[in-house]
């Protein structure tokens, strides 16, 4: 065998893995093995965290919003965390103290993983649910989450990120709106065999005794602390009620910057997990196939590609592949420069664009990573502003 051909085939095998094999994997194992998680009502005393930084636009709207959580009042404490605030988030959230239901820490500016590890620490009870200040919760979102801790062995639950559209989608909302879909129907699965691999910083619950306060604070803060509630022997669980809105991202160099970003934190946080990434069973099938393989996968993609085009005159079979990759990035590109169109927002051309666009994010992100950047402050909806460090 050729170099050539073995770099398409391993290209290959692995690129059809990640995409479809471990999906195929999680739906037959939910089919042979389930364990469903068993809930009940109640509504133990539970901790809103909200972690802020200079948030105030918004931040009338998410206390409002969490005041208005049908969750008895005396059993909900809402804990808002200013990480260093200059502006007036930390006057508006005074106004809403005086009731007894909010209450403002503030800290110095130190990044998001130092506020979340303060805030915890002063939580009163014994579930802490984190929220993100832009992300708008459904009334009943609370009370869902946390009938999965009725079952003994649930440790931590995720909610379930929704995307609002106030407008005409343009290409990139509509790509990633699939994606979502496409990443919440693995934790679905995920979540019906065991535990899924990590939560989503929009939306999660943890058990105050398994929070593992974070000392590395360039990493992602909600698989950070979502993983080790599964290492502790826990099971992690998606709760498909338990909703939050969040605005779908705007078109552009800062959010294209963010997912840099996000791909950096989050590379670094599971190799943060150090053996227990490797050693942990099925687990660790789920952290290196959902996540740690995603954002390498543009490596085998490349590899997939130029290898591909070597061999494109070997056989039919090898020109074909080519054909229909030359005509997928084609439409990537078409749907970059119609992307503000409603041409550009038609799925041939927004899911191609979009995949694209997360993977060249994925690319810089892992490269950073290799390059030895830290990114520590936390600007919310940021990108790579944020303090570097190697």
Not at 238 to 247: F, G, I, L, N, T
Request: charged share 20%; with cysteine.
């Amino acid at each position: 065998m050729s170099l050539a051909l073995g770099v398409f085939v391993t290209s290959f095998l692995v690129t059809l893995y990640i995409f479809a094999g471990y999906p195929a994997l999680l739906y037959v194992t939910s089919r042979v093995r389930p364990r469903p998680v068993r809930r009940a009502g109640g509504s133990p005393p539970v901790t809103l965290v909200i972690p802020v930084h200079n948030e105030e636009a918004i931040i009338d709207a998410k206390v409002q919003n969490a005041l208005a959580l049908t969750y008895p009042e005396d059993r909900l404490e809402i804990l808002i965390v200013s990480d260093g605030s200059t502006d007036r988030t930390e006057a508006i959230v005074e106004r809403y103290t005086t009731s007894g239901r909010v209450r403002l820490l503030r800290l110095p500016r130190q990044g998001k993983a130092y506020a979340l590890n303060a805030a915890v620490s002063a939580a009163r009870h014994d579930l802490v649910v984190f929220s993100d200040a832009n992300s708008m919760l459904r009334p009943e979102s609370l009370q869902a989450l946390v009938e999965n801790f009725a079952d003994p062995e649930v440790g931590g639950v995720c909610g379930n990120k929704t995307l609002r559209r106030p407008g005409a989608a343009d290409t990139t909302e509509r790509g990633e709106g699939l994606y979502w879909r496409y990443d919440k129907w693995q934790k679905r699965l995920e979540s019906e065999i065991g535990s899924i691999f990590a939560a989503d910083g929009t939306l999660h619950a943890v058990r105050k005794a398994l929070y593992v306060p974070m000392t590395d604070p360039c990493q992602a803060d909600d698989i950070a602390i979502s993983t080790r509630v599964v290492l502790q022997g826990s099971r992690l669980v998606y709760e498909p009620r338990a909703v939050a809105v969040e605005d779908a991202p705007s078109e552009g160099r800062e959010e294209f910057r963010r997912k840099v970003r996000v791909t950096n934190h989050s590379v670094r946080a599971l190799l943060n997990l150090r053996g227990a990434l490797w050693s942990s069973g099925f687990y660790t099938v789920e952290l290196v196939s959902h996540k740690l393989l995603r954002h390498y996968s543009p490596y085998f993609l490349l590899a997939l590609f130029v290898s591909n085009l070597a061999l494109a005159g070997r056989g039919q079979a090898l020109r074909l592949v080519f054909v229909g990759q030359v005509a997928f990035y084609t439409l990537a590109a078409a749907g970059f420069l119609l992307r503000a169109t409603r041409v550009g927002r038609l799925q041939p051309f927004a899911v191609p664009y979009y995949f694209c666009l997360v993977n060249l994010a994925a690319l810089l992100g892992t490269w950073s990573v290799a390059r030895g950047v830290r990114l520590q402050a936390w600007t919310p909806r940021g990108g790579l502003r944020s303090k570097e460090s190697r």
